[in-house]
């Protein structure tokens, strides 16, 4: 049977001709979620020997595990219960800014508690919190930040490579937070700041609009829309 030119695979096509990363405002973003989800990770990380390890100079192992598993809950709860509300902010660029600047603030002042003698786990826990609190801002607007980047017939090469971005940053970051565990809890929250400051970096350089269309509809209204 003949096959008829129209019906042929293109292999002209902007995506298939070359790489996604020509388009200079995506490549910024993606690395700045790469090297922002890396720092995430080893802050978690971190954070979590952190308080095991203050935790057993007074405490149990028990103790320590348990503690352990609370501070996680402390960075849950807020994520959990601002993630609807965070969806429905307004520009995206300008809210991974915001949040990339709160977690260098963050990991500075986690830092300088680790060199503290003998810290309470009191502040490091409120830490963690607003650590929750950035992330619930930081998560939507990074995943919704792609589809702005690119042309329309590129955006399901956006998301895979989003998807790329975050899976090399879930499986290094923590490495990388351990690695520098071993060195100190504050050589590694400095090691975070460091991969804050590039993400940060990036967004600074991308040169695109980030803000969303108007949609009809008070705000509670789409986060009922976007529940259902």
Known sequence: MDIQPDKLPRTDSPVASSSMFKYRAFALFWAARLFSTLAVQAESVTIGWQVYTVARHSRTVEQGAFLVGMVGLVQF?????????????????????ACTAVEIVCVLVLAALSLHPSPSLIPIFAIAAVFGASRAFLSPASA??????????????????????????????????????????????????????VAASALLLMRANTRPERQPGSRMEQIREGIA
């Open 77 to 97: 709860v807020p994520l959990f219960l601002l993630t609807f509300i965070a969806g429905a902010t307004a520009d995206r660029r300008a809210i991974m800014l």
């Open 144 to 197: 919704a930040i792609a589809p702005m980047l690119v042309p329309p017939h590129a955006i399901r090469d956006a998301i895979s490579r989003n998807s790329l971005a975050d899976q090399a940053g879930f499986v290094i970051g923590p490495w990388i937070g351990g690695v520098l565990c071993a060195a100190s809890p504050a050589v590694a929250y400095c090691g975070s700041a460091v991969l804050y400051a």
